[in-house]
């Protein structure tokens, strides 16, 4: 039969009117171009068609198909570009609607961590970092602590199956690292991440703490002292009585445990003081000639200080908070008060 180019354009054009997704169009397009389509029927029937005729039906039977190649690239084209308008449309964020998102702030953390790293740096203390997978022999043998001290337990101690590592339990070892690599006169602090075995309301088995020391040649106790007692009256905003009790670390020579006037209750006894009046807020201590020696830095020349506090027991203070898992249980509705 001749083939008729009105009447078949007619009818794809009826076919097409309701498609309205390429999925749709694929039906139809497979009735006129596919194997068994429609056009590709009109080049089969060629051979059917008398030998003087079949010229003339060969030219319109390729009209045909390439008119009806060209309808369904346009209208692929078409839907392409619709489904392409329609992702934007869904990704579209109007920057104009104003947002009500809360602003987000420091953790009351990083508050204090920098709080206190800041004082020491106006005071001429330097930052160093050191690894939280630290060398046993960094974290204990070179700080002075023997093999049967009792912070090597197993019940204090995160021990890895890395031989010779733990998981640092003071920054300490930061002191180790710094006399290793520098000369003195060293004055830094370090602050970082510490791990042990303890966990209770004032005690978390991951805790923030920031180590000083400082090495030189005319280093006497007046300057420890006078550095810790600037630094807490300074960090509390206020002046504080303060006092230095005997105490006892291996890598300091002598030690002290550092005490406040209670900041909560001014010394009459409270809860938080137990009732003594004082806090204890940090340890501190000449450092041991055996950890100068340790670090191939001459005891006969060289003397220094060192001290260590704990940041959250810090905050807790500072804030006035008493469950030190309020710092790591990020409730919005807590951190929201600093
Ligand atoms: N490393 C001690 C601890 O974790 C804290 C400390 C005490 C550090 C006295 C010092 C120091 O540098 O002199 O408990």
Redesign the pocket.
């Known amino acids: 039969m001749w083939p008729d180019k009105a009447q078949i354009l007619r009818e794809l054009y009826e076919e097409l009117a309701p498609v309205c997704d390429l999925q749709d169009l694929e039906k139809v397009k497979a009735k006129y171009l596919g194997k068994n389509g429609i056009v590709k029927n009109l080049s089969k029937s060629l051979k059917d068609i008398p030998l003087e005729q079949r010229k003339e039906f060969g030219i319109i039977a390729n009209e045909i198909r390439e008119i009806v190649e060209q309808i369904f690239e346009e209208k692929t084209n078409y839907f392409k570009e619709l489904k392409t308008r329609e992702n934007l449309l869904k990704e579209y964020v109007d920057p104009t609607i104003p947002h009500t998102i809360k602003k987000g702030h420091l953790h009351p953390i990083s508050l204090t961590l920098d709080r206190i790293l800041n004082i020491l740096k106006s005071m001429g203390f330097l930052e160093k970092k050191g690894p939280e997978l630290e060398k046993e022999e960094y974290n204990f043998d070179m700080?002075n602590i023997p093999k049967y001290h009792p912070?090597r337990d197993m019940q204090d101690t995160f021990y890895v199956n890395k031989e010779g590592y733990v998981l640092r339990?003071?920054?300490?070892p930061i002191?180790i690292r710094t006399m290793l690599s520098e000369k003195p006169p060293i004055y830094i602090t370090a602050p970082g991440k510490?791990y042990?075995k303890d966990d209770d309301p004032t005690h978390s088995p991951m805790f923030f703490?920031v180590?000083?020391?400082a090495i030189d040649k005319h280093i006497n106790l007046k300057y420890l002292k006078y550095t810790l007692d600037t630094f807490l009256k300074l960090f509390f905003d206020k002046s504080l009585k303060t006092r230095y009790r005997s105490?006892y670390?291996p890598?300091?020579e002598p030690?002290?445990?550092v005490d406040i006037g209670c900041v909560i209750c001014g010394g009459s006894g409270c809860r938080v003081c137990k009732n003594t009046g004082w806090l204890e807020v940090?340890?501190?201590?000449?450092?041991h000639p055996n950890v100068l020696t340790n670090c191939h830095i001459d005891a006969n020349i060289y003397i220094g200080?060192?001290?260590?506090?704990?940041v959250e027991r810090l905050a807790m203070l500072y804030y006035g908070i008493d469950n030190i898992k309020s710092f790591y249980e990020n409730d919005v509705r807590f951190l929201s008060h600093f």
Not at 169 to 172: F, Q
Not at 305 to 310: E, H, V, Y
């Open positions: 700080l912070a339990t003071h920054t300490s002191q510490v042990r703490q180590e000083g020391l105490s670390f890598f300091t030690s002290f445990e940090m340890g501190c201590g000449m450092v200080f060192a001290f260590g506090m704990g």
